[in-house]
């Protein structure tokens, strides 16, 4: 199994749509979680850490199941500017696994 | 806005040639990282280090790859004997606090190209 293992996407989206990205991870020992955002050719970005308790901002929503060791991001209403690559990362101490990515692509 | 900078922002350099790359972490931080990433794959971890010394690293980092902090400022990446397989982009990147329990940011990249 994968260390973090994510959609192989593409997703392609009309603007507007509701779009949900999956992630899950093999080390139960793994403390912290996060999604970034990775825009072609760029560095990426954090986009939102993720708590047991799920965790909303804005149009995004992060919920984390540490006993299916699941993580999700929805994103609602989705705008042109979310097209790019979304990074599911996992971090024990300060070890961060990133997830391969799973690229968005929202659509006029 | 405080930011991470890498220096260069491209690098070629031929096979067997040592290769060092430069980072200035935000001033506040205390632990700092370098990643790589092959073009069309995914972030790999290479390293963390803090308060002078390597806390974790990964099994990418062999003996071939070495970090140092030589001033108050910099953080290196140094590879001994570069291979065409070396050729990533190279991301380094700090944080405030450890543990993961803080944001992570990222320079903008050097990308180191090996022929």
């Known amino acids: 199994r994968k260390e973090v293992e994510q959609d192989p996407g593409p997703f392609n989206v009309p603007e507007g749509a509701t779009v949900a990205f999956n992630c899950t991870y093999s080390?139960?020992?793994?403390?912290?979680f996060f999604w970034y955002r990775q825009d072609c050719r760029k560095e990426p970005k954090l986009l939102m850490s993720?708590?047991?308790s799920g965790n909303e901002d804005g149009r995004f929503t992060a919920q984390l199941n540490r006993a299916s060791q699941y993580i999700s991001l929805l994103i609602r209403d989705s705008k042109l500017s979310d097209s790019a690559t979304y990074l599911c990362v996992v971090n024990k101490d300060n070890d961060m696994r990133f997830g391969a990515g799973t690229r968005l692509t929202v659509k006029p | 806005e405080p930011e991470v900078t890498q220096t260069p922002s491209h690098q070629v350099t031929q096979m067997g040639q040592e290769v060092i790359l430069r980072c200035v972490p935000i001033?506040?931080?205390?632990?700092f990282y370098w990643y790589r990433q092959i073009l069309g794959q995914k972030v790999e971890f290479l390293v963390s280090f803090y308060n002078n010394e390597i806390s974790e690293k990964s099994e990418i980092f062999d003996d071939q790859f070495s970090v140092e902090r030589p001033d108050g400022s910099n953080f290196t990446l140094k590879i001994r004997s570069t291979k065409l397989e070396d050729s990533a982009m190279y991301f380094c990147a700090s944080s405030e606090y450890g543990g993961g329990n803080t944001e992570a940011f990222f320079g903008q990249g050097t990308r180191l190209t090996v022929v």
């Open positions: 080390n139960s020992a793994s403390q912290s």
């Open positions: 993720v708590y047991s």
């Open positions: 001033s506040n931080h205390l632990y």
